[in-house]
């Protein structure tokens, strides 16, 4: 798609992000070290700002979209390996992992279900964006750059797109000309950030000027490898991995008179498990942000 092509479909691009967003809302590998990713630094408190704007999807983004949404497992095992693997739900595949999950929270037992959450996937979504003001790193300023966020973040992107309340204007977050500047906020509540004193301005264009615009355009990154299938583990790979690691752990206590009972509970509790898939919903995920800024991908490295 050229970058005229962008300026005259985006009404109809806006259609089917705003969609998709909604869809996913009902419903790879992140190293810390790769230059293009860029996340929000604080001050020693922990509390920090800045300000970014999304930027559209490229020719060949996923399904269009300006986003790429990911599912992966971080737990550690009772002999203190880790487990830390991409999860096939990812690409839409089974998985072993969220299988026994499924098992544990079945079992109706509360222990069991405490299993299960902390091995459950943990969401994130990756972005191009461009950085207005980094006050802890100016240098990103005026830089295209990879930002890898959690739900907090993504349910605020969903809602200016799909607003709650039909008084409200649709904006679309990812549009050059009449998209809507982030302003980043966050502070550090029970000891995670907490993002929402977040704000997004009123609808502007991020340039006047087109050539800048477009020169932008030229330089998003493709999300596209977020999702290789050759970054994800075989079912029986991953299934092996999962052996290894909870080897030697306890097994779901399903009691045989409990389980017609667990059973027609979880009929009642497939929003809390998130269809089963036990789907986190911390505050932006920063625990799980924290595992990735402070462990490597390599297997058993402890905090």
Request: proline content about 6%.
């Amino acid at each position: 798609m050229s970058f005229a092509d962008l300026k005259k479909s985006r009404e109809k691009m806006f259609d089917h992000i705003a969609t998709k967003f909604q869809e996913a809302n009902n419903n790879q590998t992140y190293e810390n070290d790769d230059p293009r990713m860029w996340y929000p630094q604080g001050d020693k408190a922990g509390n920090g700002s800045a300000v970014i704007r999304f930027l559209p999807p490229t020719d060949n983004a996923p399904s269009g979209l300006p986003w790429v949404k990911l599912f992966k497992h971080a737990f550690q095992g009772p002999t203190g390996s880790w487990l830390f693997e991409n999860c096939p739900t990812t690409l839409g595949k089974d998985c072993p992992i969220c299988e026994s999950n499924r098992e544990f929270w079945n079992s109706g037992v509360e222990a069991d279900k405490k299993i299960a959450s902390a091995r459950k996937r943990k969401v994130s979504y990756i972005s191009n964006v461009y950085v207005i003001k980094d006050p802890q790193n100016p240098e990103n300023e005026g830089q295209v750059k990879l930002f890898r966020y959690g739900k907090k973040i993504y349910d605020m992107l969903n809602e200016l797109m799909n607003p709650s309340f039909d008084d409200v204007e649709k904006v679309n977050p990812f549009d050059f000309w009449e998209g809507a500047t982030f302003r980043i906020r966050f502070r550090m509540k029970d000891g995670f950030r907490n993002y929402d004193a977040s704000t997004f301005d009123n609808p502007k264009e991020l340039f006047k000027d087109d050539t800048k615009l477009e020169e932008i355009y030229n330089q998003l990154f493709d999300l596209s490898e977020f999702v290789n299938p050759e970054d994800f583990k075989s079912y029986d790979e991953l299934k092996s991995r999962l052996d290894l690691v909870t080897k030697g752990a306890k097994k779901p206590q399903v009691v045989e008179e409990e389980v017609e009972d667990a059973v027609a509970s979880l009929d009642n509790d497939l929003s809390e498990a998130e269809d089963l898939n036990l789907d986190t919903n911390d505050e932006d995920d920063d625990e799980f942000n924290k595992i990735f800024d402070e462990l490597s991908l390599e297997d058993e490295k402890p905090f």
